[in-house]
């Protein structure tokens, strides 16, 4: 089955505390990106790679790393988890940008305390 | 910088009518503009896509419209059904970067 998972689902931390939530693509998708959504400010965009070894910053990046060692990966690294970092967390990918439609994962939620 | 527009917020409609949703944005650059349902906790899924130089897409009862001079999108859906409330969210992909910007959503409730 085509899909983009996350992991984890849920994930209650500390301040500081390093953390990184996986996404995979079984679709062989170039395009990858990063989501953050919260209440009253809708979905920004925080990291998104081309490719390969393609990374750039989204609307929202402070605070946050990404990697993109293996096409089907994209992981997001928070390094020093802040409170203002809780939020619900989506991965999409899709085969380019100029053609093809975006799919997401299930979403993360992250509280940080 | 390009910014997307839902109009309204939220829409309560009685179950059965016809309905449409509004997506505008600034800079008419964009690569496609994407309709997306969310429903309330959960992921995104995908209902139309449509490329810039595409008038409208139509899967089952939606019809999504894209007016690109005047930075207008349209998501009709006929014949609501309790089923199709949810939120509905559009994405631009400009043409000028390699980044997908979101609208806030529109927040639909069919009342059966």
């Known amino acids: 089955e085509a899909q983009v998972t996350q992991n984890p689902r849920y994930l209650i931390t500390v301040t500081g505390k390093k953390l990184t939530v996986t996404c995979s693509q079984n679709?062989?998708?170039?395009?990858m990106s990063w989501y953050r959504q919260d209440p009253g400010l809708g979905l920004r965009q925080i990291y998104y790679?081309?490719?390969?070894?393609?990374?750039d910053k989204g609307d929202v990046p402070e605070g946050y790393k990404v990697s993109r060692k293996e096409k089907r990966n994209f992981p997001l690294i928070l390094e020093s988890p802040s409170p203002n970092q809780t939020s619900l967390y989506f991965c999409?990918?899709?085969?380019?940008?100029?053609?093809?439609?975006?799919?997401f994962g299930p979403g993360t939620r992250l509280t940080v305390l | 910088k390009q910014e997307v527009t839902q109009i309204p917020a939220a829409l309560s409609v009685p179950e059965g009518e016809n309905l449409v949703l509004n997506c505008s944005f600034t800079?008419?650059?964009?690569?496609?503009l994407q309709w997306f349902r969310q429903d309330p906790g959960k992921g995104l899924t995908s209902l139309l896509l449509?490329?810039?130089?595409?008038r409208e897409q139509t899967s089952g009862r939606l019809n999504a419209s894209l007016d690109k001079s005047s930075g207008r999108s349209t998501l009709y859906i006929a014949a609501s059904q309790p089923g199709d409330s949810a939120t509905y969210l559009c994405?631009?992909?400009?043409?000028?970067?390699?980044?997908?910007?979101f609208g806030k959503g529109t927040r639909l409730h069919i009342l059966p």
């Open positions: 790679s081309m490719n390969v070894e393609v990374t």
């Open positions: 800079d008419s650059a964009i690569y496609n």
């Open positions: 999409a990918s899709g085969k380019g940008l100029r053609y093809n439609e975006q799919f």
């Open positions: 449509i490329q810039s130089s595409q």
């Open positions: 679709m062989n998708h170039e395009y």
């Open positions: 994405a631009v992909s400009p043409s000028r970067d390699d980044k997908i910007i």
